[in-house]
């Protein structure tokens, strides 16, 4: 198509009235007009948040030019916050981030009221509020407010303002940088004089808290608006900006940190890539509909990391800090790393815990757990149901250790004869796989159940109670306390050969390791010389060093009490006996249980915790000790 030359010129000057009304728009957009006629911009943030400007005047003069020219940089537009939901916001270093509470109306108070009723019951005795009693981090703010009228006054109420770091800078040369970068920090007025608190502002009219590896909590009591600021350090040595939740509530704290962790995640074994940790009972309960009530929960969550790595040092207390920077997660959404399963069982004394089942670890590291409540419980928090909105309860990180490289101890559960085996087991990286090393033992101490359970039918189970070979005790309780017995002497719970704890008895010293090493002649001297050097050349079973050849390891020893409560259950018909402490057959088959010791000796759900009890020990006068009985004999 030809143009003529009008037509052309028409065509250029439509062409560039567009691009000049495209222009305009770009640079005046009419939503910009409209956001100045609010005189309200949104504010930058993570999330779509819906911030609906807050009723009242409370904006106003706050932010003159006078106030922008001091605060500099710092000066950001002031954001509501809305009761119980967390506000995620970027922060730069030396910036800081204003937000405002507005009291809720009464009536919509009335009703926060009655659920905060609610959610203390769950709580548990002597926590108090929120996390105050639990090591917390929290400082109670209780200030004066001047010039408030009566009925105002009337309506003062608790406050609770928590935080969470989940972004913070990163080092600029990780070589050089061994520390953290700066914690956040949080400050907090109720003064009309102060309603920008900060760095800058007068510190009279302000609280200033330091966030704590990541969090904060904080509450005040008042009957006007709460002024916060969020203010991120200067740091030459870190860039980046930080990412924070804040979250204000007239219910309770949002966001928590607890010490109870160290008793609230145990370690049951590992071995050289992996560990199995439970956290404790999770009912009190005896009754079996509300154990299996728990045991469709899953209640935790965990975060697991090498302490070599410094990623989630400044981040150890928050939840989404965790949940961004820790190595190995156990969430319920996709964020779970493929190399920790958890589940729950009743493995460990037949009440429900919760289990994290490790894989892919290093060798030889130490790493740390860090075990989280999501705030799921009670229903009635609709609010609360997105992966960090549930108001989560971090505890305090644990430590364990994996075991080394010989790979001669490798971790097994789930056996389906010895189910409450789930411990490290002398092992061979040529033998198979983990569930090949289970089986292997299972079905072996399944084939010696079997001839037991031959004898036991001979035995006159089924005879009135006048004839029973016991009244306390009957071929029930004898066969479980066989099975006990039987497997923890023919599954030897498995340590590392260069571990040099007292209680171990040294095993298979003169055998080479599966990558071939064998232990030098001054390491075996000692050994060769003792009397009892069978019991440290071999294994206590000898189809081990037949079939697995694990090489050296050392053995945590059965519970003397196994063997007493088989002698005490089983009819004396049967002939079973045990060796006393100090006699022939006791040195290198048992050892003494004594709980306060930790984990010295091994018994059927055993794990690394002075308070994880097994059975008492059985009372010395009413045994019957009939002579020495090692595995070789049964
Ligand atoms: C294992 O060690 C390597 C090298 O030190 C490290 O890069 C890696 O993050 C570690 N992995 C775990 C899970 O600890
Ligand atoms: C272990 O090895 C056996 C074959 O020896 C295989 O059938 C099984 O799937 C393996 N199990 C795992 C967990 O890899
Ligand atoms: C054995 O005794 C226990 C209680 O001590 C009882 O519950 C169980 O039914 C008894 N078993 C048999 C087979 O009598």
């Given at each position: 198509m030809h143009l003529s030359p009008l037509q052309s010129r028409l065509a250029a000057s439509l062409v560039a009235s567009c691009l000049l009304i495209l222009l305009y728009l770009v640079l005046f957009p009419p939503n910009f007009a409209l956001a100045a006629e609010l005189n309200e911009a949104l504010p930058v943030v993570f999330d779509d948040v819906d911030s609906a400007v807050p009723p009242g005047p409370i904006y106003e003069a706050e932010f003159s030019a006078f106030d922008r020219s001091i605060i500099g940089r710092a000066t950001r537009d002031v954001i509501p916050l809305d009761n119980d939901e967390p506000l995620p916001m970027n922060v730069d270093q030396g910036v800081t981030q204003p937000f405002v509470f507005l009291l809720p109306p009464v009536s919509e108070r009335k009703a926060g009221e009655d659920r905060l009723e609610l959610r203390r019951e769950h709580n548990a005795p002597g926590e108090g509020h929120a996390s105050a009693g639990a090591g917390a981090t929290e400082l109670e703010g209780d200030r004066e407010d001047g010039g408030l009228d009566v009925e105002k006054r009337q309506a003062g109420q608790k406050v609770y303002i928590s935080a969470n770091t989940c972004l913070q800078p990163q080092p600029i040369d990780p070589s050089k940088t061994t520390g953290a970068p700066p914690q956040l920090k949080l400050y907090v007025s109720t003064s009309p004089d102060n309603t920008a608190p900060g760095p800058l502002a007068d510190q009279a009219t302000q609280d200033m808290f330091d966030f704590k590896e990541g969090a904060v909590a904080y509450s005040i009591t008042t009957d006007r608006e709460v002024y916060i600021g969020i203010y991120a350090p200067d740091s030459e040595t870190f860039s980046g900006t930080y990412n924070v939740r804040i979250t204000a509530s007239t219910d309770s704290q949002y966001y928590t940190y607890s010490k109870r962790g160290v008793e609230d995640l145990i370690l049951v074994d590992s071995d050289s890539q992996g560990a199995l940790l439970i956290t404790q009972s999770l009912t009190d309960s005896k009754?079996?509909?509300?154990?299996?009530?728990?045991?469709?929960?899953?209640?935790?969550?965990?975060?697991?990391?090498?302490?070599?790595?410094?990623?989630?040092?400044?981040?150890?207390?928050?939840?989404?800090?965790?949940?961004?920077?820790?190595?190995?997660?156990?969430?319920?959404?996709?964020?779970?790393?493929?190399?920790?399963?958890?589940?729950?069982t009743k493995r460990h004394g037949d009440v429900p815990k919760q289990q994290f089942f490790f894989i892919g670890l290093n060798s030889s590291a130490e790493y740390i757990g860090i075990l989280v409540k999501d705030g799921e419980d009670g229903g009635n928090l609709g609010k609360r149901q997105t992966a960090f909105e549930r108001g989560p309860q971090v505890f305090e990180a644990m430590e364990f250790t994996t075991k080394s490289d010989h790979g001669n101890c490798a971790l097994v559960i789930d056996l389906s004869f010895c189910d409450k085996v789930a411990y490290?087991?002398?092992?061979?990286?040529?033998?198979?796989?983990?569930?090949?090393?289970?089986?292997?033992?299972?079905?072996?101490?399944?084939?010696?159940?079997?001839?037991?359970?031959?004898?036991?039918?001979?035995?006159?189970?089924?005879?009135?109670?006048?004839?029973?070979?016991?009244?306390?005790?009957?071929?029930?309780?004898?066969?479980?306390?066989?099975?006990?017995?039987?497997?923890?002497?023919?599954?030897?719970?498995?340590?590392?050969?260069?571990?040099?704890?007292?209680?171990?008895?040294?095993?298979?010293?003169?055998?080479?390791?599966?990558?071939?090493?064998?232990?030098?002649?001054?390491?075996?001297?000692?050994?060769?010389?003792?009397?009892?050097?069978?019991?440290?050349?071999?294994?206590?079973?000898?189809?081990?060093?037949?079939?697995?050849?694990?090489?050296?390891?050392?053995?945590?020893?059965?519970?003397?009490?196994?063997?007493?409560?088989?002698?005490?259950?089983?009819?004396?018909?049967?002939?079973?006996?045990?060796?006393?402490?100090?006699?022939?057959?006791?040195?290198?088959?048992y050892r003494v249980h004594k709980p306060s010791e930790g984990l010295t000796c091994n018994f059927p759900g055993a794990a690394h915790t002075p308070s994880a009890g097994g059975r008492a020990v059985v009372d010395w006068g009413v045994m019957v000790v009939v002579m020495a009985v090692g595995l070789l004999v049964v």
């Open positions: 009754d079996p509909n509300e154990q299996a009530a728990v045991m469709r929960t899953q209640p935790y969550v965990l975060f697991a990391h090498n302490k070599k790595d410094r990623a989630i040092n400044g981040v150890k207390h928050s939840y989404c800090g965790l949940y961004n920077y820790a190595q190995i997660a156990a969430t319920k959404d996709e964020r779970q790393t493929g190399t920790v399963k958890t589940s729950m490290s087991v002398p092992s061979n990286p040529n033998f198979g796989n983990s569930s090949r090393l289970a089986e292997f033992y299972d079905n072996y101490a399944a084939s010696v159940y079997a001839n037991f359970d031959k004898s036991l039918a001979q035995v006159a189970c089924e005879a009135p109670s006048s004839q029973l070979y016991s009244l306390a005790r009957n071929c029930t309780s004898c066969a479980a306390d066989y099975k006990d017995w039987l497997c923890s002497v023919t599954i030897p719970r498995c340590e590392d050969f260069s571990n040099t704890a007292e209680h171990l008895q040294p095993r298979a010293v003169g055998q080479p390791f599966p990558d071939g090493e064998t232990l030098d002649e001054a390491t075996l001297a000692p050994f060769r010389k003792r009397a009892n050097r069978a019991a440290f050349m071999n294994s206590r079973n000898p189809l081990i060093d037949e079939m697995i050849k694990p090489g050296p390891y050392k053995e945590v020893l059965p519970c003397d009490n196994l063997c007493y409560e088989l002698v005490r259950s089983c009819p004396a018909s049967m002939g079973f006996g045990c060796p006393l402490p100090g006699g022939v057959g006791f040195e290198g088959n």
